[in-house]
């Protein structure tokens, strides 16, 4: 059964279960009336010519009318072996019951009812298990009380007769036909059970197959998130930082004097490779999410920065150390944010103040001035440096007055 198909079986996560662990959905017996009626008509036939034969070659005429019911009844009880097992049990149960108030003996066709002990056991519920496995034993001692010693409704006696203890007159053979009986009766008994918690275990693996199935779709969409996620955030990263320096380079050159070409050369060549450089980082992004494929040398962010024009003042202290190849990435992606906002909102003629202190971890503080037109960063920049640090077990801290914004990202040094 495809693992699709089983699922959409299931409303609302799967039917309930019973005490043997059956359900109702997994459990219901195959469609179709032929292997109900077919059965039940054989017996029927086969029954009514045992019957006429037993009342005339044996007990005689008076007793065909009982055998019939006999059959009947039996009939009936075997139409119910896969739909309806808890009522063929019942119906066998009244049939046993007939017999012995009519002095009736149990019939070769009778021996059908081992298809009623199937069912039961197959397609039962729990209490219907039960109690058609203790109807076997009983079934047994029943014909042995009917046929003790040779009795026949012929021979007479009365049904306190028939009930008298069995163990004054066992005998070798009925000791022998009781035996068989109940091999007979629990046979196909335990045929049932067999094949119940067979099923039962082929449906767990089923289940438990489609439950990984689902575990690694929910990893894979998960993986699939978390990858959008992160290009996202890596696109916002390069793209702000080079804007922001392309902008703040043409922003210089309205001021540049006009008898001198040399310094505008240098800025538009400064533009141009800030471009060419966030370009390439762009189709790196995209050719690969994965976070070791970006750029991780803190140093040459700052340096280009500065190669920019715009004043950065850098500072260290601790004994720098390598970062774990997925957390240099994010410091890098976190120092370039932030400079970026200190770049795109802080006054333009005062420096960038970038701090890294190396420790238990590592500390990363930029301080800008906030003014002339200039506003405090917010939006997804500051949302995307959280996440990251958050996704590291690292920490981002927002503080500042009017007039100046800090911001400081704790790196772990080591996982």
Known sequence: MPVARYLRGMPGGGPG??????????????????????????VAGAGLV?????????????????????????????????????????????????????????????????LVAFGAARWGRTATVVVSGL???????????????????????SFREVLAPVTTQSTTIQLGVVGLGAVALAAPWLAGVAVRFAVRARDSQVRQRAAEVREQ???????LRSDQARLAADVHDVVGHSLAVILAQ????????????????????????????SLQD????????????APTDLDDLVD???????????????????????????????????????????????PVLVDRTWDDDLRIRVEN??????????GRGLVGMRERLDAVGGRLDVDGGPDRFVVTARVPVRR
């Open 217 to 223: 779709e929910s990893a894979e969409v998960a993986r």
């Open 250 to 277: 043409a922003e210089s050159g309205q001021y540049l004097p006009d008898d001198d070409p040399a310094r505008l050369k240098r800025t538009l060549a400064v533009i141009a490779t800030s471009a060419r450089t």
């Open 282 to 293: 762009v189709r790196t992004v995209l050719a690969a999410t994965r976070e070791d494929s």
């Open 304 to 350: 280009g920065v500065r190669r920019s024009g715009r004043e950065v003042v850098d500072t260290q202290s601790g004994r720098p150390q390598p970062l774990p190849p997925d957390l240099a990435p994010v410091a890098y992606r976190v120092l370039q944010e932030m400079v970026t906002n200190a770049l795109r909102h802080g006054r333009r003629d005062a």
């Open 135 to 157: 109807s076997l034993p009983a079934g047994v001692l029943t014909a042995l009380l009917l046929f003790r010693d040779g009795w026949t409704p012929a021979s007479g006696g």
């Open 369 to 378: 001035e906030v003014g002339d037109g200039g506003r405090t960063p917010g």
């Open 50 to 114: 045992d019957a006429v034969r037993t009342s005339q070659l044996t007990f005689g005429y008076g007793y065909g009318s009982g055998l019939g019911w006999v059959v009947l009844a039996t009939a009936v009880t075997v139409g119910t072996w896969r739909r309806l097992p808890s009522l063929g049990v019942g119906l066998a149960w009244l049939t046993c019951a007939l017999q012995v108030v009519l002095y009736l003996p149990p019939m070769a066709t009778q021996a059908s009812l081992a």
């Open 17 to 42: 279960r019973d005490a043997l662990g059956v359900t109702e959905a997994q459990e219901a017996p195959p469609r179709g009336w032929v292997g109900d009626v077919v059965p039940a008509l054989a």
